[in-house]
């Protein structure tokens, strides 16, 4: 009875509850938002159905947002009574949505507004999983039980960005979704199809379109990203509160997608077929992905975990775990263009990859790091894809490369003059080189994980990129093997081909050395060792000092920036004692050579004379640490970066401090620096006559 009295008083007060449910969003619109909705007519229609008639919505002093002709609800009665409106039914016929972009104003933006300056960081009672779980449930209290819209039309203008998606018609009938949409008017014709099944958290839709793919050109314009693809599928099975976290499970797949993004591969990247079955957990402070989730590409599957722990530190978790599992299947899932050099690979035997990263804001020199990729006995490659890993076993023609254009052909063999067969280089450079750039160069497979651990810890701190944890064989695999572009997807080309190249012993650890030296760039057009003792000092490669070795190990990272070391008599700027003593010093303690007191030859080192007239007195001074990036080795302690003469003194300290060398004497030159250019100029002049 008192259930009964309860309809029949929600049943006659349904006009005056309306009343106020709908005056309390106008206010709310306005308050909150700055929007300024006009309804022209509004009531009830049925029992529970209302309709309105010519709704705008304009954001104060903005362009016009929305206009519907006519739209009709159907709200549940409960709820209503209780201040909240949850639809069961909803039609639309004839809307506009205008969206406009003038300058860095537009009329929707509102929907970035926040309520208040509050976060996580300093507000530490914000749930994440309630907020998570009212978020969710209030989005899809929208999705009604049965639809229909005809004739929405949604529009987009930016400067000369514009584009419009026209829903035809879209529909809800027992659960099943159809719908027809316009983009740009008949560019192409997209559906969305499936089941919906808000009440009980359930969604399986699917996007295509007719005889073409499903393509987005304002992305492009924008952000400089291709995306179109043939289908991509969602389904959420649950979403639910369970103790103190909000679950969510469902699959996401796609089909023939492809993907041009310059930061992440040069061409374009066709996926096509991956997938997704996920189960995502939003804790109080966390949001994670649960490791029980599986991606799979083609046949291959890994399991992955991730975690963001917010607060005032953050912590960051990742997880990969590929089981054992087919190695030719693995191969055939890498997306076309992404891997060009490994496209039509042939291998047998099983593979294993572990991944294992942990980082807590607060103490970055903590984290953890570990890269683990392993093959049964019996794996073994059969016949290489696009390029011939063992290529670098006899003589072959390396073309280095400066912004993107190559700059000449250099044989890496006997027939080249230049060409330093390995027991022909001294032993002062190798060692000193391995010192300086890879110590464990002869006793690891392709990787050092603590120099790659190292260098997060070191990056993270500076947020930026400041050093990498390449080694010579990821050096060498980059210059030989691949592009020069720095992509994500050449980095892990890079790595999967030096794991190939190592563990399956495709060449030798003295003949990759040998290439090495003989490849690496060491100045202005100067490639290989041969070139390079020749061009500084005028004497073959064998006969280099130890001195002489230092110093060249000391310009690999930024070779064009060599001759910025030397003074115009042909000796060494005395900045250079610090790196000498620590880099000999190494070298003594690791039994290469003698102890010495002098500075391990600096002062022993003389550019050759016909190279001394490019040195013109200067007024400027080396700067600063010149930090790795992923393209040099563990050490470079390299000094290049040249500062005006008013911080010389300042510098002085600087270099004294870091080094233990000799403080710079000050320059007392009164030459402007149009002068020093100049007498450049002539000397460089008169090198050429």
């Given at each position: 009875m008192l259930f009964l009295i309860g309809i029949t008083i929600a049943f006659n007060k349904r006009q005056s509850l309306l009343d106020a449910a709908i005056a309390k969003a106008i206010k709310k619109a306005k308050t909150d938002y700055d929007l300024n909705v006009k309804i022209n007519s509004y009531g009830f229609s049925g029992l529970s159905k209302v309709h309105f008639q010519n709704v705008s919505i304009v954001p104060d002093q903005k362009d016009t947002l929305a206009k519907i002709n006519d739209l009709e609800v159907g709200v549940k009665l409960f709820p209503l009574i209780f201040g909240s409106v949850k639809i069961s039914e909803l039609a639309i016929h004839k809307a506009l949505v205008f969206l406009i972009k003038k300058d860095s104003i537009s009329n929707y933006d509102f929907l970035f507004k926040r309520k208040n300056k509050d976060t996580l960081d300093n507000n530490p009672k914000v749930d994440l999983s309630e907020l998570a779980n009212k978020l969710l449930n209030q989005a899809l209290d929208k999705i009604p039980d049965d639809m229909d819209i005809k004739d929405f039309l949604i529009t987009y203008n930016q400067d000369t960005t514009h584009f419009s998606l026209l829903t035809e018609s879209a529909t809800i009938t027992n659960g099943n979704v159809n719908s027809t949409i316009k983009y740009n008017k008949n560019q192409a014709v997209w559906h969305v199809a499936g089941t919906a099944n808000?009440?009980?958290?359930?969604?399986?839709?699917?996007?295509?379109?007719?005889?073409?793919?499903?393509?987005?050109?304002?992305?492009?314009?924008?952000?400089?990203?291709?995306?179109?693809?043939?289908?991509?599928?969602?389904?959420?099975?649950?979403?639910?509160?369970?103790?103190?976290?909000?679950?969510?499970?469902?699959?996401?797949?796609?089909?023939?997608?492809?993907?041009?993004?310059?930061?992440?591969?040069?061409?374009?990247?066709?996926?096509?077929?991956?997938?997704?079955?996920?189960?995502?957990?939003?804790?109080?402070?966390?949001?994670?992905?649960?490791?029980?989730?599986?991606?799979?590409?083609?046949?291959?599957?890994?399991?992955?975990?991730?975690?963001?722990?917010?607060?005032?530190?953050?912590?960051?978790?990742?997880?990969?775990?590929?089981?054992?599992?087919?190695?030719?299947?693995?191969?055939?899932?890498?997306?076309?263009?992404?891997?060009?050099?490994?496209?039509?690979?042939?291998?047998?035997?099983?593979?294993?990859?572990?991944?294992?990263?942990?980082?807590?804001?607060?103490?970055?020199?903590?984290?953890?790091?570990?890269?683990?990729?392993?093959?049964?006995?019996?794996?073994?490659?059969?016949?290489?894809?696009?390029?011939?890993?063992?290529?670098?076993?006899?003589?072959?023609?390396?073309?280095?490369?400066?912004?993107?254009?190559?700059?000449?052909?250099?044989?890496?063999?006997?027939?080249?003059?230049?060409?330093?067969?390995?027991?022909?280089?001294s032993s002062n450079i190798k060692n000193a080189l391995l010192t300086s750039e890879d110590p464990s160069f002869f006793s690891h497979h392709g990787f050092v994980e603590e120099s790659i651990r190292q260098s997060i810890a070191t990056n993270f701190k500076a947020k930026s990129f400041k050093r990498g944890g390449s080694t010579i064989s990821m050096q060498l695999v980059k210059n030989v093997y691949l592009n020069r572009q720095k992509t994500l997807a050449r980095k892990i080309e890079e790595i999967l081909i030096v794991w190939l190249i190592e563990n399956q012993h495709l060449t030798s650890k003295s003949r990759m050395y040998e290439v090495y030296l003989n490849i690496i760039e060491w100045g202005r057009n100067v490639y290989g060792i041969g070139e390079a003792s020749h061009y500084y000092f005028g004497k073959n490669a064998s006969d280099l000092t130890v001195g002489e070795s230092i110093y060249l190990a000391h310009i690999v990272p930024k070779p064009k920036s060599s001759l910025y070391c030397w003074q115009p008599n042909g000796s060494l700027k005395s900045y250079l004692t610090g790196y000498f003593n620590m880099i000999g010093g190494l070298m003594a303690r690791r039994g290469y050579i003698e102890q010495d007191s002098s500075n391990y030859g600096f002062y022993g080192v003389k550019l050759k004379e016909s190279l001394r007239k490019q040195i013109a007195p200067s007024d400027y001074v080396p700067d600063s640490l010149q930090a790795e990036d992923e393209d040099n080795g563990f050490f470079n302690l390299n000094i290049f970066k040249t500062i005006k003469k008013d911080t010389i003194e300042k510098r002085e300290t600087f270099l004294k401090k870091i080094f233990g060398g000799e403080a710079l004497k000050k320059d007392t030159s009164t030459k402007s620096a149009k002068e020093i250019r100049q007498e450049r100029r002539r000397r460089r002049q008169e090198g050429n006559n």
């Open positions: 808000p009440s009980k958290q359930q969604l399986d839709l699917k996007l295509f379109a007719d005889n073409k793919k499903v393509e987005f050109p304002y992305l492009d314009r924008k952000f400089g990203l291709k995306l179109n693809f043939d289908t991509v599928r969602t389904v959420m099975r649950s979403a639910e509160k369970s103790g103190d976290r909000f679950e969510i499970e469902g699959s996401w797949s796609v089909s023939n997608l492809l993907i041009n993004q310059p930061r992440i591969a040069s061409n374009d990247v066709i996926i096509k077929n991956g997938s997704i079955d996920a189960k995502i957990l939003i804790g109080p402070n966390y949001v994670a992905l649960d490791s029980s989730s599986i991606v799979s590409l083609g046949k291959a599957q890994f399991n992955p975990y991730i975690k963001l722990t917010l607060g005032k530190n953050k912590i960051y978790e990742l997880k990969v775990n590929a089981y054992d599992q087919n190695a030719q299947d693995i191969f055939d899932a890498f997306p076309k263009g992404l891997f060009e050099s490994l496209e039509g690979i042939k291998v047998q035997g099983n593979l294993q990859y572990a991944l294992n990263f942990y980082l807590d804001s607060s103490k970055p020199d903590r984290v953890v790091f570990s890269s683990d990729l392993n093959g049964t006995n019996d794996f073994k490659i059969l016949k290489f894809g696009k390029t011939n890993f063992q290529k670098i076993n006899a003589p072959f023609t390396y073309t280095p490369y400066e912004k993107g254009k190559p700059v000449r052909d250099i044989v890496i063999g006997p027939s080249n003059p230049n060409f330093v067969p390995f027991d022909q280089i």
